[in-house]
C-alpha cells in the first residue's frame, strides 16, 4: 500500500514515496508499514524535522526522518478510521464533555426534583392527618394566613371565596380557585412556611395540605393524606381552567384591520374644575374638602 499526495498534503508530494524505509514506522490498520525517504531533498516540508545535522552541513539525520513518518502514517491512519461509518457514528453519540465539576449522584438530583404533577407524579412516601395538620399550621402558619384560612392583615388567604371568580370582587382561595390538590402540596413544599421554606417533612407536608383542604370542606376532618389517598381528592375549581380558545369564542367581536397607530384623536384640556365650580368646599366657603 504506497502514500499518495492526497493522503498527507501538497507541500509534501515529492518526499513521499516508499513504504518501509524508515526504522519504527507506525502499522496501519492492515498491517502495512508506512515510511519516508529522500527527505534531505525539500527542506523545510516537515517542520517537526531538524534543519540542520549536529555537524551544521544541512543533511537532515534519521531521526529526523522517522519524526516524518510517524507524523505522516499518524496523518494517514486518522483519516482512514475518521472515513469509515463507524467512527463517525461514534463520534457524533458520544456526550459532549467540558471536564468541569463531575457528574451529580441520584441523592443530589433529588434534592432538586421535588415537583408534584397534577396526577400525582412526584409525590413522596409518607402520611398526614387533618388533626396532626391543625398543629403545624397553628404553629407555623397562622401567624400569616389567619387561624381559619382568612389571612392575617393582607397576607393571603386560604379558605372561602366560593362563587366570587365571576364576581367584581373575586377571592382566589385554595377551595375557590385551585383546580388540582397537587397544587397545593407543590407550593408548600417549595416555598413554605415563609422563611423557611423546606423545613417540614413529608409527613407535616402532607398533614398540612389536609388540613388546608379541610378549612375548604374539600375532606373530612378524619382524612388521612397520602399517595394512595391522593386521587380521591376532588377540587371545587377542577372544571374552571380549559385550553385557550379564544380563537373561537372571542372571533365575533375581533377586528380583522386594528388600528396600529395615531388610533386615538389627540387630548386637549376643554375646561377647568375651577371654571365648573366642581371642587368642593369647607364650611366656611373655602375651596377644600373635610
Not at 413522596?124 to 392527618?129: A, I, R, Y
Request: proline share 8%.
Amino acid at each position: 500500500m504506497a502514500v499518495s499526495c492526497a493522503e498527507t498534503s501538497p507541500s509534501a508530494a515529492a518526499d513521499i514515496t516508499d513504504i518501509g524505509h524508515c526504522r519504527g514506522a507506525l502499522p496501519l490498520p492492515d498491517g502495512e508499514r508506512v515510511g519516508v525517504r529522500r527527505l534531505g531533498r525539500s527542506r523545510g516540508r516537515f517542520p517537526l524535522t531538524p534543519a540542520l545535522s549536529p555537524t551544521g552541513r544541512g543533511s537532515r539525520p534519521r531521526v529526523g526522518r522517522c519524526i516524518a513518518s510517524i507524523v505522516s502514517a499518524t496523518i494517514v491512519t486518522m483519516a482512514l478510521f475518521s472515513s469509515s461509518p463507524s467512527f463517525a457514528q461514534d463520534k457524533a453519540a458520544a456526550p459532549r464533555k467540558f471536564n468541569i465539576g463531575r457528574v451529580a449522584t441520584p441523592q443530589e438530583i433529588s434534592g432538586w426534583d421535588i415537583d408534584v404533577r397534577p396526577d400525582g407524579q412526584g409525590l413522596p412516601d409518607g402520611k398526614g392527618s387533618v388533626a396532626d395538620g391543625e398543629e403545624i399550621y397553628m404553629a407555623k402558619c397562622a401567624a400569616c394566613h389567619g387561624e381559619f384560612g382568612e389571612g392575617a392583615g393582607r397576607w393571603p388567604v386560604l379558605a372561602s371565596g366560593k362563587g366570587t371568580l365571576k364576581s367584581d370582587d373575586p377571592v382566589k382561595t385554595v377551595g375557590s380557585y385551585f383546580p388540582y390538590a397537587a397544587s397545593v402540596f407543590d407550593y408548600v413544599r417549595h416555598a413554605m412556611p415563609f422563611g423557611d421554606a423546606q423545613s417540614l417533612t413529608n409527613d407535616e407536608l402532607y398533614a398540612v395540605t389536609a388540613y388546608v383542604l379541610n378549612l375548604n370542606d374539600i375532606v373530612p376532618e378524619d382524612f388521612v393524606l397520602s399517595k394512595e389517598t391522593f386521587g380521591n381528592i376532588k377540587m371545587p375549581n377542577a372544571g374552571g381552567f380549559y385550553d385557550d380558545d379564544r380563537e373561537t369564542a372571542e372571533k365575533a367581536f375581533w377586528n380583522p384591520k386594528p388600528c396600529m397607530s395615531d388610533c386615538k384623536p389627540p387630548v386637549k384640556v376643554t375646561a377647568r374644575a375651577r371654571v365648573i365650580d366642581v371642587t368642593p368646599e369647607d364650611a366656611k366657603g373655602r375651596p377644600g374638602a373635610d
